[in-house]
Nanobody, 117 residues
Framework: QVQLVESGGGLVQAGGSRRLSCATS????????MAWYRQAPGKQRELVAI???????TYADSVKGRFTISRDNIKNTVYLQMNSLKPEDTAIYYC???????????WGQGTQVTVSS
């Protein structure tokens, strides 16, 4: 079974930075995409950033220019570097892994990021 474990969340002041990590139990190259989602209380889960196996990346408009998704294939870890954080970035951040041709998605337990003004 696939396991994803997020870490790095915490309390950050507005304008600050934080780096989230997602450690996987399997080689990340076996997944077509790795992504970060987030969900604020009372709101739907939204896609934040995605990185494909070929290295291409896509970001939500709300985080473009501020967040960067990256990966380390040797350590089987995906990162989300968050800069210039805003209070509206407050949410639980989830790591996601997917394989094309499979309906099953894999999720981590989530890590809380709180941005104070």
């Amino acid at each position: 079974q696939v396991q994803l474990v997020e870490s790095g969340g915490g309390l950050v002041q507005a304008g600050g930075s934080r780096r989230l990590s997602c450690a996987t139990s399997e080689s990340i190259v076996s997944f077509n995409t790795m992504a970060w989602y987030r969900q604020a209380p009372g709101k739907q889960r939204e896609l934040v950033a995605i990185i494909a196996s070929g290295g291409s990346t896509t970001y939500a408009d709300s985080v473009k220019g501020r967040f960067t998704i990256s990966r380390d294939n040797i350590k089987n870890t995906v990162y989300l570097q968050m800069n210039s954080l805003k209070p509206e970035d407050t949410a639980i951040y989830y790591c996601n892994a997917a394989r094309l041709g499979s309906i099953r998605l894999y999720w981590g337990q989530g890590t809380q990021v709180t941005v104070s003004s």
